[in-house]
């Protein structure tokens, strides 16, 4: 089992910026490859970001590219998201999520990854 808690997360005027952060604890954190997903009031959860095993390979989705910025740290166990520039639109729960894997693959949907956190509210006002 992989526990994830997010933190970071609160109010924010448009173009503002905001760092989650996502701790892991559980199991070898460097075994699993990474992602961010959000889910606005009324949608559907959203693929945002991933991030392999190691950091060689990220992938983001069109509508954050340029504005946001996956890390981690493997050393402690923590991934991150540094979101600038944000928009109305980027308002909603953000939740880390882990899949075991080692490669430089990216995953993008929910049913890739196997544990999840909490989620964190992100409301981006104007």
């Known amino acids: 089992q992989v526990q994830l808690v997010e933190s970071g997360g609160g109010l924010v005027q448009a173009g503002g910026s905001l760092r989650l952060s996502c701790a892991a604890s559980?199991?070898?954190?460097?075994?699993?490859?990474m992602g961010w997903f959000r889910q606005a009031p009324g949608k559907e959860r959203e693929f945002v970001v991933s991030?392999?095993?190691?950091?060689?390979?990220?992938y983001y989705v069109d509508s954050v590219k340029g504005r946001f910025t996956i890390s981690r740290d493997n050393a402690k166990n923590t991934m991150y998201l540094q979101m600038n520039s944000l928009k109305l639109e980027d308002t909603a729960v953000y939740y880390c999520a882990a899949r075991y894997q080692r490669s430089q693959r990216y995953y993008s949907t929910t049913e890739d990854y196997d544990y999840w956190g909490q989620g964190i509210q992100v409301t981006v006002s104007s």
């Open positions: 559980g199991r070898t954190f460097s075994n699993y490859a």
């Open positions: 991030i392999s095993w190691n950091g060689g390979s990220t």
